[in-house]
């Protein structure tokens, strides 16, 4: 098999070479674009591990030799990661704009996927064609925190390819976890300057930290048909850094949903980025397994690739649900983590999932799955050790499973916001509205046939 074309980084064409070269979109040479991709500073820099771990990731999950992150400035689309090219001097890791395939994406705002550049209109004249090799290309735009295009994470094959559904959301998803890097470093950088600023430091990393902990949570919860979410998110008080509770709903394969809770070990900006990490990669998971401890399995592997210096671990339960004729099936699988319960209409509570290991630690950590049916008013409960260990000021005695329990067979007849709501205050009355450590509840119901 011949091996394929590895691309190029060229010089840009000057007046006299391509007298005929088509102007560029004005949006790539936009002053408030530009100035956003000078902040992030990423412009003829090494290449560094949290970029490359997502190029890597990619390139896995893909099959494709050659994935890359680009920050694009006004002449040139600067390759800050690349897979299948190995130079690291940044002055090689460019090619100019007009070569680029980025600068449609640029134009757009929007993703471009390429199955055969020489027959696609948009692309059949770009210079790449014959200069780099590439013939499929798929890229979705990275956004600074306000919106401006910096650049594109992208994928490019030498021979034309049909892009399935599958490497359109793992691209699409991972261009998001590259603006996350780029978003941390930014607030990271403010952070920084706000503690030298000693006349407002305290509040503003406290607000900093907030800030940084609601990004990492999504922004609202998807609407799956057939059952009712709600999360409850509250942080432990007196902590200024960001710790590293989520939760976490999105859709997965054959019209399934995945919904997960987890807890990252630590705190502050290296909890942020595995938290960010975590989040990112079980939604590419997602995308094409709805195995619960297959997708557990993968985020292991990214954390001991991720981490290869020094180890981060986290603990999650994964939930996998799939709507049937008589109400919905789940599975579920744990790392390391508390399992789910379920409450039954009639107020019986059960436990699902075995504990398993927490991820991280070892290569191939033993994760199993276990499944239930749910029916018309049954409901399933994630939650975080902020929940169960919880403290009570007068005696310290913890909140513990058995108060839990009996929390959840008390709340009869309630839908998935007033469980999860029902649990955070049973916590707050406990702790005397002081509770020690960030709590994080996902509540799941399975609406009663009406009458």
Known sequence: MTPPTRPQPRQPLSDDTAPDRPPLPTAVSDPARLAAVRRTGLLDTAPEEPFDRLTRLAASLLGTPFVFVTV??????FWKSSTGFDDIDPEKRQTPVEQSFCRYVIDADAELVVTDARADPRTHDNPSIELTGVAAWAGFPVHSVDGHVLGTFSAMATAPREWTPRDIEVLRTLSHAAAGEIALRDAL????????????????????ALTLQESLLPARLPQIPGVRV?????????GD????DFYD??????????????DVSGKGPRAAKTTALARYTLRAAAARSSIPSHNLATLNTALREWYTDDSQYLTAVYATLRVNDTGVNVQVSCGGHDPALVRRADGTIETLGRYGL?????????LRDQRVQLHPGDSLLLYTDGVTEARRPTDRALFGI????QVLADTTDADAEQLAAAVE?????????QPGDDTAILALHVPALPD
Do not use: C, I, K
């Not at 850094?241 to 590293?244: A, K, R």
């Not at 991820?359 to 033993?366: D, I, K, S, T």
């Open 230 to 238: 709600a999360a409850r998110y509250r942080r432990g008080v007196g």
């Open 189 to 208: 950088h403010e952070a920084r300057a706000a503690t030298q600023r000693a006349e407002h430091a305290a509040t503003q990393a406290s607000t900093l």
């Open 249 to 262: 709903v999105f859709p997965s394969t054959r019209s399934a949903w995945a919904a997960v809770v987890g």
């Open 72 to 77: 694009v400035d006004a002449t040139r689309s």
């Open 402 to 405: 058995d108060r839990l329990r």
């Open 241 to 244: 850094e960001v710790l590293g």
């Open 358 to 366: 927490v991820l991280g630690w070892l290569p191939e950590p033993p």
């Open 425 to 433: 205050t049973a916590v707050l009355d406990f702790t005397g509205h």
